[in-house]
């Protein structure tokens, strides 16, 4: 599967983003998809995971009520709404797809495809 993110960017603190990510490829045989965080020097770090052929979603604890995870089946593509941005978010994003049998994955090593990464800086 081929994952292509989009829609990073500049952003003062407080402002909105909306990434997306447009799968190609097999792209039958993923069932959870997700968007994970980087920063230079640290490890891989879960954002968000949404069950591909379901409606579960779950959100890390940093993000929960300020991001929002959704797809559109039909386009093959998953967005992350990101609403009161902090400074502390501003990293390299990644959308990322598993084909495992499980709906929702929150570990790295649980998926199997990586897209390219999307900047988001958040100033102050």
């Known amino acids: 599967v081929q994952l292509v993110e989009s829609g990073g960017g500049l952003v003062q603190a407080g402002g909105s983003l909306r990434l997306t990510c447009a799968a190609s490829g097999e792209t039958v045989r993923t069932y959870a998809r997700g968007w994970f965080r980087q920063a230079p020097g640290k490890e891989r770090e879960f954002v968000a995971a949404i069950a591909w052929f379901g409606t579960t979603a779950r959100y890390a604890d940093s993000v929960k009520g300020r991001f929002t995870i959704s797809k559109d089946n039909a386009k093959e593509t998953m967005y992350l709404k990101m609403n009161s941005l902090k400074t502390e978010d501003s990293t390299v994003y990644y959308c990322?797809?598993?084909?495992?049998?499980?709906?929702?994955?929150?570990?790295?090593?649980?998926?199997?495809?990586w897209g390219q990464g999307t900047q988001v800086t958040v100033s102050s």
């Open positions: 990322t797809a598993s084909g495992g049998g499980k709906e929702i994955y929150n570990t790295v090593e649980e998926y199997d495809d």
